[in-house]
């Protein structure tokens, strides 16, 4: 694509698809989303502080926003806003595939859109939600993007929606949850307010070799765990009586050698789990008992 193509495309994104990009959050929640139905907007969970929040349309105009449904673990969250949105996106009928050129729209808290250009680099990525859950499948691309850019959408250049972009990589690139069925099931069903529920142990690990290490140099014996980092005060870990510096070495009967191996079981679990953990080198065994409350 030479300079002047690209330089008519921008604009010519920016005249579609520019409208639908809000700002959402002031301050510390300071981000952006894409109206996705009327009076719907799409968003970064993390985008989010509490059920309320502020969204900014592209003509400065401010409104009341309330969460719909949030799925922290996939870093999604709907929010109903009110007054009029302006006309939704469409999505992309197909997938982004690499060397494809996308538009990255924003509009960082309501000050203003931006839209960048890049190209797929990568598919079929994975990170770490922001409760430490794998999110897979994401499209790696480079359109630069600034700081409250997350939670806008990539596009294609007729201004369909390719995916929501959800976290930052080193070196320039970036990842976004593709817009694919999967995806449009979630956003529907946040829509309605069903927000998943899955337990939650309400702490802090440490990897499994950071465990060896750790343990090695304060003298005690090595072994195969996740160390437990923080303690969330009245969750269900603090509510069984683990304590920092616990190394958790099973869960369900089951030996832990990474965090993904505890998240399969907690996603099995019902109303409770059994754990064993070594305090010091004494291993004890403790049932954790989930709250309804902490399904989310």
């Keep these: 694509m030479s300079l002047q193509e690209t330089e008519t ?8 698809a520019g409208g639908a990009i809000v700002g959402v ?5 300071l ?10 907007v799409l968003t970064n969970a993390h985008n989010l502080r509490g059920e309320e929040t502020t969204v900014v349309f592209a003509d400065g105009r401010s409104e ?19 007054g009029e949105t302006p006309e939704a996106l469409d999505w992309a009928e197909g997938e982004a595939s690499l060397g494809d050129a996308v538009f990255a729209l924003a509009n960082p808290g309501g000050r203003g859109l931006r839209v960048t250009h890049g190209f797929v ?6 990170f770490r939600g922001p409760r430490g859950r794998r999110i ?11 700081r409250g850019s997350s939670g806008g959408p990539i596009v294609d250049d007729s201004g369909r929606v390719l995916g929501i972009n959800t976290n930052r990589l080193g070196e320039g690139f970036y990842l976004a949850v593709p817009a694919d069925a999967t995806l449009k099931e979630r956003v529907d069903a946040l829509g309605r307010g069903e927000s998943p529920s899955k337990p939650r142990l309400g ?5 499994a070799p950071v465990a060896r290490k750790l343990r090695r140099a304060v003298g005690l014996p090595e072994a195969e765990g996740l160390l437990v980092r923080v303690v969330e005060e009245d969750g269900a870990a603090d509510r069984a009586g683990i304590k920092e510096g616990d190394l958790i070495t099973h869960a369900g009967g089951r030996a832990l050698t990474d965090g993904d191996e505890l998240y399969e079981v907690l996603d099995a679990a ?15 065994d403790v049932t954790v008992r989930f709250a309804a409350e902490e399904g989310s």
């Design 121 to 126: 680099s990568s598919t079929q990525r994975s």
């Design 136 to 146: 897979t499948g994401s499209i790696e691309h480079s359109a630069p993007l600034v």
């Design 25 to 29: 959050g002031r301050r510390w929640g």
């Design 9 to 16: 495309s921008i604009k010519s994104v920016a005249e579609k």
């Design 270 to 284: 019902g109303s409770e789990l059994s754990l064993k953990i070594l305090r010091g080198a004494e291993q004890q």
């Design 64 to 82: 009341a926003g309330r969460v719909a449904g949030v799925d922290v673990d996939a870093d999604l969250a709907v929010v109903t806003v009110e």
């Design 203 to 207: 702490v802090g690990l440490a990897s």
């Design 31 to 40: 981000g952006s989303g894409v109206v996705i139905s009327p009076r719907r």
